[in-house]
């Protein structure tokens, strides 16, 4: 596979500093412009401040890049041509030189394969609503039962059914905690109503979570760490349910179906909120950043007493620019201190 680390990336891997990947579809697909490319520098910033490197992931004429310079970032910023990339996409992408932002499960795919165990986002995709009818599911949850990294987002996009996509994530494998709550997240919301079985309360605490995932070993599959956005923050529920509703029977209306969904529902929402669901979803992707760059120095930590760096990598991480699977991933304490149903 044509996979480009950067040398800041590849020298923070080697040396067992903390890594967070961040993904490019927001950048190219979910902001306008020129915002896109300020929000683009800020997250990578937010990550420095909280001591780790960023690495922003896509693919620029068919190599997979592991951490953008300004140049390239730009690019998927900017050239209306950049086109939105899956997992499943990435091979085509490859073999013909294309540019393409990359969603959540071809994120994770890539971090994963160069060694990150961070990866900070938005909202989950997930189980679609009328799932009986239309069998329409994103690839992330899928992705998320075959890789071993931990995903930071403010749950997944409430625009889904929440109740079947945890469903599903329990089905597959994937392990969801709350952060600092015992409900599970609804994007835009602080809460989408749903409970949690799980419960952490520090960044220590997760990287604890993590570092039990490495002792144990067996079949990968991701830790969804799931932050609410801050109540003074969030949309306010009422607008959300109303807007929601219209932006439904619209969708139905206009016969709108599979991948074209989720656009028009995000856009009606932003329009018909007067901006305030865009506002919500910066504030919970800014707060998932913040999270995920402490999460991988406390995880960064404590596997640097607990074994050797690289112990566990998620990846063989083939690339062009140096060897990638060389993220701190030490199977150090299982000792998690966790809250379940019965602690909380």
Known sequence: MSTQVSEEVREALHEGRPVVA????????????????????ELEELVRAGGAVPATIAVVDGTARVGLDRTALTRIAEDPAVRKLGHRDLAPALATGATGATTVSATAWLAA?????????????????????????????????????????????????????LQRLETL???????????????????????????LRTPEEVAAVIRS??????????????????EAEQLDPALHDRVLAQALAA??????????VTPFLLEHLTVHTEGASLEANLAAVRGNV???????????????????????????????????GTGANGAGSAGADTRGPAGR
């Open 22 to 41: 961040l993904e490019s579809t927001i950048i190219a697909h979910g902001l306008p412009r020129p915002r896109n490319l300020a929000v683009a520098l």
């Open 173 to 199: 494998g994937v392990t969801v905690v709350g952060y600092g709550t015992d409900r599970f997240p609804g994007f835009y919301l602080s809460s989408s109503g749903e409970p949690v079985d799980w419960t």
């Open 113 to 165: 394969a160069a060694g990150i165990r961070v990866f900070a986002t938005g909202g989950l995709g997930g189980v679609h609503r009328e799932w009986s009818e239309t069998q329409d599911e994103s690839a992330d949850l899928r992705l998320l039962a075959r890789v071993g990294i931990t995903v930071v987002c403010a749950g997944v996009k409430s625009i889904l059914d929440v109740p079947a996509t």
């Open 213 to 230: 995932q490495d002792a144990l070993g067996g079949p990968p599959a991701a830790l969804v760490v799931a932050n609410p956005v801050p």
């Open 290 to 324: 913040r999270l995920a760059a402490s999460v991988a120095g406390a995880y960064g930590t404590g596997a640097a007493g607990a074994g050797p760096a690289g112990a566990r990598s998620a990846g063989a991480g083939a690339n062009g620019a140096g060897s990638a």
């Open 251 to 260: 969708a139905k209306e206009k016969g709108i179906t599979g991948q074209a």
